[in-house]
Structure formats: structure tokens, C-alpha cells
């Protein structure tokens, strides 16, 4: 130890010591001011209430994304501000919504699936609206005839295949979920855990549709003789298995019937032909609907009634495609040329009662688990 | 007591509030106790299989962490070498990776088709790749280690490079080997330090999520794996409850017997200046271990670091900026759009928030322990690092149901983010701090009371330069903790003001290899504010003269 530079005798005050201690502390006060100063920064930033415009809160999952231009939009017709809230991934932001019951956190939730359906409308957290727009989406898609969830967007999960990977192998593609348990397509599909996935969960569904309660595990079993794959969640599943868009070494995995247009849309360089394709034959895909619905004891229901109008509106449906990759549920909004190029739907998908789902979900993924997994 | 309370208070009110919550709503949802929904917990043998898994995997990543990090811990601490500091930034970078870029990187060098397996099947002329690691444990194990080598080094490396050199130099001179010497008296030393370090460690891998549910796949379940799908996808709260309190406990336990151990093995010891303890490698074992040591880094963190930081360069076949390019971009004119200066200046207010905060709350903690030695202080010591070891998700909802009123309406504050990023990194701080505190010769500190300084003074003039060093490894943690947080942040960050972390999964939730290459470079602009802020922290230390 250094012996010390001058000693302090008793009554002596702070001076003798601190030409050690001074840049130390004056540095520690460049860091604070910044700190401050970025913290107050990032507090103005955080809400811009203009007294006298009410604010309409959306709370929506992750993968919510919306044009500015439309949001300008509604705030602009109505008068209002919107304010939205992500809460982790569709799962987690329905049960967050359900928890604040008491003391709600939003005015609108946006994204509760048609797997999730029975659980939001058990917990009674919305309130029916007969939207006038009802009458220009689709009937198939309108599951709730109390109208509590409207329907605002759909997808259809399936199987995804890499088109290089069977051209190169001179294989065809799978064409039917048969396909995949015949001894050619061994080891190359990757799926995800129903468990802990919603496109995971809705592929399980599209099996059960197709083979029936009966059938569908004998086929699962026979997948897992033929290698399959299970990943997770869609992430590792595509990023890191799929051979189209990793180091992966699976041709096959479930994934989205707008996965090949996103593959064109959100390409490094301008492409011809999507590198993926979609399989949407008969009984081989199901359709995730999404559905929007006003919160129970908001204090603005003339107002979030405008909103989801709004968002049931052509002008906020033609933005959807680009921004979520999904199929708007208005069937008079146009898509975008990506879309009418290289988007298909199912033809004849899956669909299962929604309180069925509800009722069976826990015993078919634990049926699931045990065939697959253990 | 007073130096208690602060840390009491933020705990009591960020914690344990939330949590009790939480816990009275899963238990009792009508107000009796109804414990319906868990029978499954007892009446299968699989959670019983999974806390066994949880417990087991992160012992033998502990073991293989402290096997691998410890010699680099002496490199750190005793030699002197040209690019030490940035060697050691490096170092750092692993621990605010989020697990999917983490897989992806591993995927990249290891995977079916990765580069290692290519080389080997070129190379032999094999047919199928030769390593499969994909989905087995030993992916688990390295990531581990990859994740957590950097908190050996900086925890036990900090203890020994001020340890004075004359107790194995009198050890060589009594006859002893130089491994004998190691064994009998570096060890017994370093052991406090290398216990809290041990500790930090475990507790991470006994709580392991992403790495978990990515690299070991459906088949492997930890207990904070179990709770998100209870939570989440089955919506059981009770037994998301219920393993909750299993895990809290579980961890309690570990954390109340390494308290008890650490209070009797510190042994007081007067700190030395770095300038003595370190020393160029000049002989043949020196020079050696620090080669070994590199090359271990290189391979081990370099390698899949350096694999993102081409990934995020290579657009096609050859070199571009495709991906920064992008990321100024917003064609999709989403209202969610975040330029990258602005994720990262938001991650950076965040984490020196949480920075300040963590060094108020650990240092205030820390010092109460050091002269607390009450049967209650055993028992504070482990309740202040539970935060560490709870579930997310689980605290998660219960800020949803507890902070809803005024004064503390705070559900969707922007303060939430560093708050929840506090309860986590302030632990650290107190690991870092207490070996450091608790080695402090009293006499020290008595000489200066003698001489008629204040408490104030003794802990401005005394203590603080002692624990310095401490204070810095302690800021560094909280900072890359906070920095790189992705498990709570996404629970309670406004979409507007997103973390680097967050943008990143943002860019991989949907296809397109633009949508891979900007999270590629998303990652290695979060790898530079790390490396940045580590060399930042450093240079406040490395100011000082008479550093210990």
C-alpha cells in the first residue's frame, strides 16, 4: 500500500486528502449529468398529452406494426391520440389483459387468435360492439357471434418448403401432410413445440383437423419415426433449421402462408421469384384469425367504438398486408402487388370450434409432448 | 440499520410487493385457498425430473465455466500484455447477446452446415456432418460457458490481482513448488471471490431461459421454462405460482449455505497496487498459460462474435453494407420504426440509470453486510440476491396487478424498464463489492478513526480507494446486464422507446434475409456500445494512481 500522501490530524477538514478524489468524483459527475439529462430526455419523449384530446390505448402483441401515415389518420378524424402498448407475444399480452381486468390498461386490445378465442371471451374482458363494417368481412372469419372479438386479420399457418433445395435434389416438394411421413421426406421437416408456439399450436390443430382426434397421433408418431424436428418457437425453427433462410439443414417447416411474399418483400437485393413456397392443398393448413375487441370498463366506448371502425376500415386494412404479413378480414380492401403475386390462401384450411380448442388444448399438447417429445 | 433501509425499502416495494401479489391471486383467486390446479405438480414424476435437470445442468456449467474462465482469470490479473483492455472488452460482449443471435451464431459455425462441419466433411471426404450438436446438452454447456465465462474473470480476477504477492513468494522461498504454493495459499484466498462468482453463475444457468428453450430444445425444460408456459401459453397460474416459489426457495437455499460458507472462509488481507502485483510474462509457464488463454478467447468467444459481425457485412457473396443501409431505412413507414442511434440511446439512458441505481442500492446493501454480523444479516444477505433467480414472467404480471394505483401507477412508466433492470443488476454489484469490503484489514479502518476522520471521511478516503476496483467490476455488470436484459424489458417497454435487444427481435419475427441481416447488424452495433461502455468504465479506473 502507497503510504499516504499527508496526514490528517484530528479537526482537520476535507482539503488534505482530496487531490486524489476530485477527478474521480468529477468524472462520476459527467456520468450523472448525463444520465439525467438523458433520463429527462427520455421522460419528455414519453407521453405528449395535449390537454383536451382524449387518448385511445391499443394494447397489441410483438409482431403489431401499423403505417404512421394511417395512424396520423385516425388521430386527425377523430381527434384523438393513440397510444399503443406491446406486451410480450400474443400469450402473454391477452393474460396481461386479463390480470388488469380490475383496472384495465387499455381501451382496445388488438390480436387475440382464434386459439386464444374462448380463454379472453371466459375471462369476460370485452364488451360487444355491432360494428357497421361487420358486414364487409368475410362470415367465415366471424367466430363470435356475440360480436365481443371482431375478426381484423388472417393468416394461414402451413408448411413452408425450400424450392432450391428440392429443384437441386430433383425431389418434389410435399404436396399433402401424408407426404411427410413417407421415407424420402425423412429428416428434412422441422416444426415447432405447440407448447410453447402459436404457429406450432396451429399446425397440431391443422392435424387434428385433417386426421381427426383419432388419427392425428398415430401420424405424429410416424413423424417422429421419420425425424422430425422440433424446435421452440418460430424463430430457432426458421433462423436457425430451415436450409432457405439458414445454416439450417431442414427443407421443410411450418411457417405462414405470407412467409414467401415477405421472403420477396424483405429481400437484399430485388427478386424474381419468392426462394420459398407455401403448401395449401386441401386439409393441410389452419387459419389463424385475429381478432379485435373493446376492453370492459373503458371509460371511452363511443370513442374505441370509432377506432375499431377505423381499423375494420379499408384504409387501415390495406396497410395490414405490408406491415404484419397478414390477409386483411375487409374483403373490399386491395392488396399490395406483393401480395396478389406471390401470396396464396389455403384452399378448404382447417378450422376448429374455438371452445373446442378451449376445451381439449391442455389434453391434445400433453398427448403431443408424450408421442413426440418423450 | 439506516444503510439497510434504502435497499430494504426498493426490494419490499419492487419486489416482494409484486410477487405477494402475484402469488395471492394465483393461490386464492375467490380469497380462499384453493390449491385445485396443482395436483399435477405431485402427481407426476416430471417436475420432480425437472428441477433434478434445472439443479444438475447448472452444477456441471458452474464446474466447466470455473475449469475454463479460471486461468484466465490469473492472465487478467497478474500479467501485463499489449490490447489487455480490449482483450477483456471482449470478454464482456458474450453477456448482453440475446440467445436467438447467440444460436444463430453457434448455428453458423457448428450447425449441419456450419463452417466447422463443411471443413471436416471436405476435408475427410465424410457424408454427414460429424458434429451434431444441434438440441443436446453439450450445446446447453458451451453456451454456458460462453455466456458466463466473463463473470469469473471479472469477479475472481479482480480479487487476485490485488493480492499481495509476497505470501507465495514466501511459499517458493519455504520450498514449496509453485503448484503447491497455487494450492495452499493463492487458493485459500481466491476461494471467497471464486465462491461468489461460482455462485452468480449458477444461479444464471439455474434460471436459464432462451439458452435453454433455443440450443437445448423441446426436450430439455428448466423450472423458469416451465413457469413461461404455464404462464404463458396454459395460463396456470397456480402452478406458475407454485414453481415460482419452488425456484425462489430452491435458490434461497443455495444462496443462504454459500453465505454461510463465504463468512468463514474471507480471511483479512491488506490490498496491494496493481502496479506490483502485475508483471510482464517473461518466463516459458507465463508466457504458456497466456497463450493458451488466447487462443481458449479466440475460439471460444471470438469465433461465433466474429461469425454475427460477418453475417451482418455479407449480402449475397460478397461484402456489403446492405444491412446498416437498412436500418436507416423505414420503406414500410411503420409507426414503430426506431433509427438505430435512437435504440441504442435509449439502451444507453436505460443502463446508466440503472447503473446509478444499482451502485446506490448494492453499495448501500453491501456495506450493511460487511459490519453486520447478526444472525439477521445471514439471512439479508441471500434475501438481496433473490431478484436474480426470479422468474420474469412471473414478476412480469405482477407489476401488472400490483403497481396500478397512485402513487405507484407505474405499468406502463418508462421508469419500469431501469427499475426492473436494477432488480436484477444490483446483486451483482453486491457480489462484486462484499469479497472486497469483508478482506479489508479493520485496522485500516481503525487507524483512520483514530486519526480522527468521520465515518464520511473513513469511507472517502479509506474504503473507497480500497474497494475501487470492486466498484467498477460492479458498474460493468450492471451495465452490461441492463444493456443486454430481454426477459422482463419485453414486459415492460413502450414500443416507442425499445432497447437494442428489442429492435433486434423486432427484425426476427418475420422472414426475408434483409429482416436476418439488419438483426445481424442490430447485434454487432449492441456488441460496440457494450465493448464502448466496458472501455468507458475502465479508463474511469484506470485514472487512478494509486489503484488497488
Known amino acids: 500500500m502507497e503510504a499516504p500522501r499527508e496526514v490528517i490530524l484530528p479537526g482537520d477538514g476535507f482539503f488534505y486528502f482530496s487531490e486524489e478524489v476530485i477527478p474521480m468524483n468529477r468524472r462520476i459527475l459527467t456520468v450523472l449529468i448525463l444520465a439525467v439529462s438523458l433520463s429527462s430526455l427520455t421522460g419528455c419523449s414519453r407521453e405528449n398529452t395535449t390537454p383536451g384530446i382524449e387518448t385511445i ?98 393468416s394461414d399457418v402451413c408448411l413452408n418448403y425450400d424450392k432450391a433445395w428440392f429443384r437441386e435434389k430433383a425431389t418434389s416438394p410435399p404436396a399433402r401432410l401424408e407426404d411427410l411421413i413417407r421415407p424420402e421426406y425423412k429428416g428434412l421437416t422441422v416444426v415447432e413445440n405447440p407448447a410453447t408456439s402459436s404457429p406450432g399450436l396451429a399446425f397440431l390443430l391443422a392435424t387434428i383437423g385433417h386426421f381427426g382426434q383419432e388419427g392425428y397421433l398415430e401420424f405424429w408418431k410416424q413423424l417422429r419415426q421419420n425425424d422430425v424436428l422440433v424446435t421452440d418457437g418460430w424463430e430457432d425453427a426458421y433462423w436457425g433449421q430451415f436450409s432457405a433462410a439458414s445454416k439450417g439443414n431442414r427443407p421443410i417447416v411450418v411457417s405462414y402462408a405470407s412467409s414467401p411474399p415477405a421472403e420477396v418483400h424483405f429481400s437484399e437485393k430485388p427478386l424474381d421469384d419468392a426462394p420459398t413456397a407455401a403448401v395449401l392443398g386441401p386439409g393441410t393448413a389452419f387459419r389463424q384469425i385475429e381478432f379485435v375487441g373493446i376492453i370492459k370498463g373503458t371509460a371511452n366506448v363511443e370513442l374505441a367504438r370509432k377506432v375499431v371502425d377505423f381499423m375494420l376500415g379499408r384504409k387501415f386494412q390495406e396497410d395490414i398486408p405490408l406491415q404484419m404479413f397478414v390477409f386483411p378480414a375487409n374483403t373490399s380492401a386491395q392488396l399490395p402487388p406483393v401480395f396478389e403475386r406471390y401470396a396464396r390462401l389455403a384452399e378448404e384450411p382447417v378450422l376448429i370450434d374455438p371452445e373446442l380448442i378451449a376445451k381439449r388444448r391442455s389434453a391434445w399438447i400433453d398427448s403431443w409432448t408424450e408421442a413426440v417429445l418423450r | 440499520m439506516l444503510i439497510a433501509g434504502i435497499p430494504l425499502g426498493f426490494l419490499a416495494v419492487f419486489y416482494f410487493y409484486p410477487l405477494m401479489k402475484i402469488f395471492a391471486l394465483s393461490f386464492m383467486p375467490e380469497g380462499t385457498l384453493s390449491l385445485v390446479d396443482l395436483h399435477g405438480l405431485v402427481s407426476t414424476s416430471y417436475y420432480l425430473k425437472t428441477l433434478w435437470f434445472t439443479t444438475w445442468q447448472a452444477a456441471l456449467s458452474t464446474i466447466l465455466t470455473l475449469v475454463v474462465a479460471l486461468p484466465g482469470a490469473y492472465v487478467f490479473a497478474r500479467l501485463r500484455f499489449p490490447g489487455k483492455t480490449l482483450l477483456q472488452s471482449l470478454t464482456a460482449i458474450p453477456f448482453v447477446l440475446p440467445s436467438v443471435v447467440v444460436a444463430a451464431a453457434f448455428h453458423a459455425l457448428l450447425g449441419p452446415n456450419g463452417v466447422v462441419n463443411t471443413w471436416l466433411m471436405n476435408g475427410f471426404g465424410l457424408e454427414t456432418p460429424p458434429i451434431q450438436l444441434n438440441h443436446t446438452i453439450w450445446f446447453i454447456l458451451m453456451a454456458h460457458v460462453f455466456y458466463n465465462y466473463t463473470v469469473i474473470i471479472r469477479i475472481v480476477g479482480g480479487a487476485w490481482s490485488r493480492m499481495q504477492s509476497s505470501l507465495t513468494e514466501a511459499a517458493n522461498m ?93 480471511v483479512a488481507l491488506y490490498p496491494e497496487s496493481r502496479r506490483i502485483t502485475q508483471k510482464r510474462p517473461t518466463t516459458i509457464r507465463d508466457r504458456c498459460i497466456l497463450g493458451a488463454n488466447i487462443t481458449i478467447m479466440a475460439l471460444l468467444l471470438g469465433t461465433p462474435l466474429l461469425a454475427l459481425v460477418i453475417q451482418s457485412f455479407t449480402a449475397g457473396d460478397g461484402f456489403s453494407l446492405v444491412f446498416y443501409r437498412a436500418l436507416l431505412e423505414n420503406p414500410s413507414q411503420s409507426i414503430f420504426f426506431i433509427p438505430p442511434v435512437q435504440a441504442i440511446g435509449y439502451s444507453i439512458g436505460f443502463a446508466l440509470i440503472a447503473l446509478i441505481l444499482s451502485l446506490i442500492i448494492g453499495l448501500l446493501a453491501a456495506t450493511f453486510l460487511s459490519q453486520e454480523k447478526s444472525r439477521a444479516a445471514s439471512l439479508l444477505d441471500p434475501l438481496f440476491m433473490l431478484p436474480l433467480a426470479t422468474s420474469a414472467v412471473t414478476l412480469g404480471f405482477g407489476y401488472i396487478i400490483a403497481l396500478d394505483k397512485p402513487p405507484l401507477n407505474l405499468r406502463t412508466s418508462i421508469l419500469l424498464v431501469p427499475l426492473a433492470h436494477t432488480l436484477v443488476a444490483y446483486p451483482f454489484v453486491v457480489r462484486s463489492v462484499l469479497p472486497a469490503l469483508r478482506s479489508m484489514p479493520k485496522s485500516l479502518r481503525e487507524s483512520a478513526v483514530l486519526l480522527g476522520a468521520s465515518p464520511v471521511q473513513t469511507w472517502i478516503h479509506v474504503v473507497m480507494p480500497i474497494i475501487r476496483r470492486a466498484i467498477i467490476v460492479g458498474a460493468v455488470f450492471a451495465f452490461t446486464i441492463s444493456i443486454g436484459e430481454f426477459g422482463a424489458t419485453v414486459f415492460v417497454a413502450r414500443p416507442q422507446t425499445p432497447t437494442i435487444p428489442l429492435a433486434i427481435y423486432r427484425f426476427l419475427g418475420q422472414p426475408g434475409a434483409l429482416n436476418y441481416g439488419q438483426a445481424m447488424a442490430m447485434s454487432t452495433l449492441l456488441m460496440l456500445v457494450t465493448a464502448a461502455g466496458f472501455l468507458f468504465l475502465e479508463k474511469i479506473r484506470m485514472s487512478h494512481e494509486g489503484e488497488f
Not at chain 1, 121 to 149: G, T, W
Request: charged fraction near 15%; include cysteine; hydrophobic fraction near 50%.
Open chain 2, 174 to 266: 519455504l520450498g514449496a513448488s509453485p503448484w503447491t504454493a497455487f494450492r495452499k495459499v493463492t487458493l485459500p484466498l481466491l476461494f471467497p471471490s471464486i465462491c461468489a462468482a461460482s455462485l452468480l453463475v449458477f444461479i444464471f444457468c439455474f434460471s436459464s431461459f432462451g439458452v435453454i428453450l433455443i440450443l437445448g430444445g423441446p426436450r430439455y425444460a428448466t423450472i423458469e421454462v416451465e413457469i413461461y408456459r404455464q404462464a404463458v401459453h396454459i395460463f396456470n397460474l397456480p402452478m406458475a405460482a407454485a414453481l415460482s416459489l419452488v425456484q425462489i426457495c430452491f435458490t434461497f437455499l443455495f444462496l443462504w449455505v454459500y453465505t454461510w460458507l463465504q463468512r468463514r472462509t474471507t
Open chain 1, 57 to 154: 390505448t391499443v394494447m397489441t402483441h410483438d409482431s403489431f406494426s401499423i403505417s404512421e401515415g394511417v395512424v396520423a389518420d385516425i388521430e386527425k378524424d377523430l381527434g384523438i391520440k393513440i397510444r399503443f402498448l406491446k406486451s410480450g407475444d400474443a400469450g402473454a399480452a391477452l393474460n396481461q389483459a386479463i390480470l388488469s381486468r380490475a383496472n384495465p390498461l387499455a381501451d382496445i386490445f388488438y390480436g387475440v387468435d382464434n386459439t386464444f378465442m374462448s380463454r379472453a371471451l371466459e375471462a369476460d374482458i370485452f364488451v360487444a360492439y355491432e360494428s357497421p363494417l361487420l358486414s364487409s368481412i368475410d362470415d367465415s372469419l366471424k367466430l363470435d357471434r356475440a360480436n365481443r372479438l371482431l375478426p381484423v386479420d388472417y
